[in-house]
T-cell receptor
Framework: LAKTTQPISMDSYEGQEVNITCSHNNIATNDYITWYQQFPSQGPRFIIQGYKTKVTNEVASLFIPADRKSSTLSLPRVSLSDTAVYYC???????????FGSGTKLNVKP | EAQVTQNPRYLITVTGKKLTVTCSQNMNHEYMSWYRQDPGLGLRQIYYSMNVEVTDKGDVPEGYKVSRKEKRNFPLILESPSPNQTSLYFCATASYEQYFGPGTRLTVT
């Protein structure tokens, strides 16, 4: 099961772009990379998922280099409400085990 | 509305008293899973179920049982709870992405 490593915490200011990088050196060929957001005492919420290169949706972008040993979640123009813990997951598209890790606590300041 | 419901939301119990936390989803998903979350340890998977016929252990299955008799329900059973099972528990279901329930905060004294 591929494990992930993320920075424990990051600080940013409103309006800035935030990039959170995740390392997953043991990613398997069939694994996808998924990012979740979690607010205190709530269940995690799906942000974005990708396999390679770049994926973009209405809230974030996900950049995955060719070797897929890392990935970067990019949040454009963060606001105070983006203060949360962000988790990077690696797992099979058809799901079985998942390893969440400790996540990255993002603190957005005014 | 797509929902994952858990009951109870809060529970205080004593060591050794069997308890069940229920989880139900209305999305007709095959996959369901249970996680626990503890400060500094993030989310750890307890059990998961690929479908009604298949359940398997996650990273921290000790002290827990699960049951998947029907697609929509996936109860978590603690036969003899201990204080180290005091935690915040989340149920999740998935097709493309995982949908998490609101959480159950369990305290075992």
């Amino acid at each position: 099961l591929a494990k992930t490593t993320q920075p424990i915490s990051m600080d940013s200011y409103e309006g800035q772009e935030v990039n959170i990088t995740c390392s997953h050196n043991n990613i398997a060929t069939n694994d996808y990379i998924t990012w979740y957001q979690q607010f205190p005492s709530q269940g995690p919420r799906f942000i974005i998922q990708g396999y390679k290169t770049k994926v973009t949706n209405e809230v974030a972008s996900l950049f995955i280099p060719a070797d897929r040993k890392s990935s970067t979640l990019s949040l454009p123009r963060v606001s105070l409400s983006d203060t949360a813990v962000y988790y990077c997951l690696v797992g099979l598209y058809n799901f079985n085990k998942f390893y969440f890790g400790s996540g990255t606590k993002l603190n957005v300041k005014p | 509305e797509a929902q994952v419901t858990q009951n109870p939301r809060y529970l205080i119990t004593v060591t050794g008293k069997k308890l069940t936390v229920t989880c139900s989803q209305n999305m007709n998903h095959e996959y369901m899973s249970w996680y626990r979350q503890d400060p500094g340890l993030g989310l750890r998977q307890i059990y998961y179920s690929m479908n009604v016929e298949v359940t398997d252990k996650g990273d921290v299955p000790e002290g827990y049982k699960v049951s998947r008799k029907e697609k929509r329900n996936f109860p978590l059973i603690l036969e003899s709870p201990s204080p180290n099972q005091t935690s915040l528990y989340f149920c999740a279901t998935a097709s493309y992405e995982q949908y998490f329930g609101p959480g159950t905060r369990l305290t075992v004294t």
